[in-house]
């Protein structure tokens, strides 16, 4: 009986790609960035919406939208091990915070402040080391 073990993979070692699993910052900063844009983005269009749509709530809901897409979208990038992704979290939760802070100034409204906190611990996460090796991992170029 012949108890060979054959692959249908030929590639040597060195040259398959890396199959690492991404570290606790990336996955809860992932999770974190799509549960915020998704509630933020639901709540943005529900509260504009309250005395009728004009103008300047299509333009807010347009913009709000567009960033919770793209923080989503770079979330899942980041999880992929894209340094393209990792950027776009970072741009997201910058964004966020300077959100929170301009509608904490301008309107006193408190209730944005735990969007804030999610946004700078998503932050942290996102520039964690753990993050960046990960990050760094993915897109180094195998050595032959």
């Known amino acids: 009986m ?9 590639r ?6 890396a199959t690492t699993r991404p570290p606790a910052t990336v996955i809860v ?23 009728g749509y004009d103008p300047i709530d299509a333009t807010f809901i347009s913009v709000y939208g567009y960033f919770s897409v793209v923080g989503a979208g770079a979330a899942i990038a980041q ?8 950027a776009g979290v970072i ?8 959100f929170t802070m301009v509608k904490i100034v301008t309107i006193l ?29 993915h897109n180094t170029p195998a050595r032959h």
């Open 12 to 17: 040597s070692v060195e040259t398959r790609p």
């Open 109 to 137: 409204e408190t209730e944005a402040i735990p969007f804030g906190v999610v946004a700078l611990v998503v932050l942290a996460l996102t520039l964690a080391p753990p993050t960046r090796r990960f990050i760094d991992a």
């Open 79 to 86: 999880v992929r091990g894209s340094r393209i992704g990792r």
């Open 29 to 51: 900063a992932a999770v974190l960035t799509v549960l915020v844009a998704a509630v933020g983005t639901y709540g943005a269009v529900y509260f504009s919406g309250l005395d």
């Open 2 to 10: 012949n108890t060979q073990n054959i692959t249908s993979d030929s």
């Open 91 to 98: 741009m997201w939760a910058i964004w966020m915070l300077v």
